[in-house]
């Protein structure tokens, strides 16, 4: 049976990092076996320091797959899936590799990608570390809740890692987005309580759903449930606030089990009605309200493979 990144469906940590790299060219059979490596890295890690519950995940960029394992592609794997969009500007990161480490201290976190870069330092460029906190009990630098939908339990590996019968080759991978997004709180805090609450579509304390008529079908939490209160998540979201000198936001990893549930759900927000090629798609009269007070500077796809796969892709007499 093929065993999971235990990073895709871990609980929430205090820290995050993120390492974005592009390889060099050559490189791909010295990396198999590097990337492999990091798992073992991490568990060792993790055991020295227990109490932090550090995870980890290694994941391949969409664009670099082929180039890495070019013996099979995740189904549907696709670049970032949105060019400019009238709603919303996006821009695109063409990272190889993206490794995240989560714990609840920040010490070994760094330590972790110290050692994580100096694995793969002789394969890769370091394009940028992202560094990410949780902030009080779980909420954004909005002030509300970040993700209150977020499935639980069995429901959580459901949702983000692919069944052995769908794709047995990727059983237990996960298709990963990435994306850096800065607020505009300068405005967002000029707003008092209640029309924050309807640009959200939840209250601020509990993060509950509001009740019609506050509730409006292009409130943040009704357009990422496409519309519908019954809806359930397509995506397990792992956001963490980031702070800076002059920019601050939230870093987002969704992750999901089918290809298309990214474009589905992101498309809805963006103002698109239906799924598949958005730019074929006439553009609906709402998109999400909260996209007024932020943008995103860093919008990346990926695939996390299982830590079986990782394994196997080393093997010298591998093909993949």
């Given amino acids: 049976m093929a065993r999971e990144q235990l990073g895709i469906c871990a609980e929430a940590n205090l820290h995050a990092s993120y390492l974005l ?18 798992p073992l890295l991490l568990a060792r890690l993790a055991e020295h320091f227990s109490e932090t519950q550090l995870t980890g995940v290694v994941a391949i960029g969409a664009n670099y797959w082929d180039s890495l ?6 189904r549907g794997l696709q670049a970032f899936p ?16 993206l490794i995240v480490v989560r714990s609840d201290r920040l010490d070994v976190n760094y330590i972790a990608c ?9 394969h890769v460029d370091l394009l940028e570390q992202l560094q990410g906190f949780r902030y009080l009990d779980g909420r954004d630098l909005t002030g509300f809740i970040d993700s209150p939908q977020n499935p639980r339990g069995s429901r959580k590996r459901k949702l983000a890692l692919i069944d052995p019968s769908n ?5 237990a991978g996960s298709y990963l987005h990435l994306q850096r997004w800065h607020y505009d709180l300068l405005h967002w805090q000029q707003l008092d309580i209640s ?6 579509g939840m209250s601020k304390i ?8 506050r509730l409006l079908a292009n409130s943040h939490a009704l357009s990422s449930r496409l519309g519908e209160e019954a809806n359930l998540p397509l995506l397990l979201m792992q956001n963490m606030p980031f702070a800076e000198q002059n920019s601050h936001g939230l870093i987002s990893v969704s992750y999901a089990s089918e290809p298309d549930s990214f474009s589905l759900q992101f498309g809805y927000q963006l103002g ?8 074929e798609q006439q553009p609906a009269n709402q998109y999400d309200l909260f996209f007024d007070y932020c943008h995103a500077d860093l919008c990346a796809a990926f695939f996390a493979p299982s830590l079986s796969f990782l394994e196997m892709a080393c093997r010298p007499d591998n093909k993949s």
Avoid at 24 to 32: H, I
Avoid at 82 to 97: C, G, I, P, Q
Avoid at 167 to 171: I, R, S
Avoid at 195 to 200: A, D, G, S, V, W
Wanted: charged share 20%; proline share 8%.
């Fill in 21 to 38: 790299f592009n390889a060099l060219e050559g490189q791909e059979a010295l990396l198999r076996q590097k990337l492999a490596r990091i």
């Fill in 69 to 74: 394992y070019p013996g099979a592609r995740p």
């Fill in 82 to 97: 949105f060019a400019a969009n009238d709603n919303l500007a996006l821009a695109e990161v063409w990272a190889d590799l």
């Fill in 114 to 122: 110290q050692q994580i870069c100096q694995l793969v330092k002789p």
């Fill in 167 to 171: 794709q047995p080759v990727f059983a």
């Fill in 195 to 200: 029309q924050q609450e309807e640009i959200m």
């Fill in 206 to 213: 509990e993060g509950s759903l509001l009740q019609p008529p």
């Fill in 272 to 279: 698109y009605q239906t799924a598949g090629q958005l730019k």
